[in-house]
């Protein structure tokens, strides 16, 4: 059985954040904001280099800080792109 899911949403309402890991961090994050705050993380995918696997991704719910966690340190800055979903 094959069941297909249609996600409506208005376009607006989904932000691409820009959060980088720096060479020899861990984690990197993003500016604070409070449009972010409530919102959900729909996808994380790589704009440069990734030399380290995800650990998790995440967002501040007081402060809409989205904060990127590598595994190991990176070797080179990596830079991610978040897209959230807006409540």
């Known amino acids: 059985m094959t069941r297909e899911l249609t996600l409506r949403t208005d376009p607006n309402a ?24 409530g919102g959900r993380i729909i996808s994380i995918y790589p704009t ?11 967002i501040a719910a007081a402060t809409g800080v989205i904060t990127v966690e590598l595994l190991v340190a990176a070797t080179i800055d990596n830079v ?7 409540r």
């Not at 720096?22 to 449009?35: D, E, F, L, M, W």
Request: proline content about 0%.
């Open 14 to 37: 989904l932000t691409i954040v820009s959060v980088t890991v720096a060479a020899a961090a861990s984690s990197g994050v993003s500016a604070a904001n409070a449009k972010l705050k």
């Open 48 to 58: 440069t280099n990734q030399d380290q696997t995800i650990k998790s991704v995440a």
């Open 80 to 86: 991610f792109n978040v897209v959230v979903q807006k």
